[in-house]
């Protein structure tokens, strides 16, 4: 099965760059799609980008649009997203998701699309 496994979180000053990795580790043929969301303490679990492995789709949230990007690299079956100028806004818990099946491009910024989840990465950005 495909277990996202995500490094690179930190703590940064704002303005700072972060960039988070996501290894879909796993013997199964690759997801369909990988996403990136986060979850801020007493907030509820936000989109932040997804990315498809067969096709050429990338999906970024508003709030994020401009300073991040998501990426991936097929030989090594990882998803990259570079935060640039990092707010204090962006601290929060950072999870890769995994969706095995075709979802559509609507559908990405959904969690319950989503099937297989990375632990989470803290990241946490000071004024």
């Known amino acids: 099965q495909v277990q996202p496994v995500e490094s690179g979180g930190g703590s940064v000053q704002a303005g700072d760059s972060l960039r988070l990795s996501c290894a879909a580790s796993?013997?199964?043929?690759?997801?369909?799609?990988m996403g990136w969301f986060r979850q801020a303490p007493g907030k509820e679990r936000e989109f932040v980008a997804a990315?498809?492995?067969?096709?050429?789709?990338?999906y970024i949230s508003d709030s994020v649009k401009g300073r991040f990007t998501i990426s991936r690299d097929n030989a090594k079956n990882t998803v990259s997203l570079q935060m640039n100028s990092l707010k204090p806004e962006d601290t929060a818990v950072y999870y890769c998701?995994?969706?095995?099946?075709?979802?559509?491009?609507?559908?990405?910024?959904?969690?319950?699309?989503?099937?297989?989840w990375g632990q989470g990465t803290q990241v946490t950005v000071s004024s």
């Open positions: 998701a995994a969706a095995r099946w075709p979802i559509s491009t609507a559908a990405m910024v959904r969690p319950h699309e989503y099937d297989r």
């Open positions: 796993g013997r199964t043929s690759r997801p369909y799609a």
């Open positions: 990315i498809s492995w067969s096709v050429d789709i990338t």
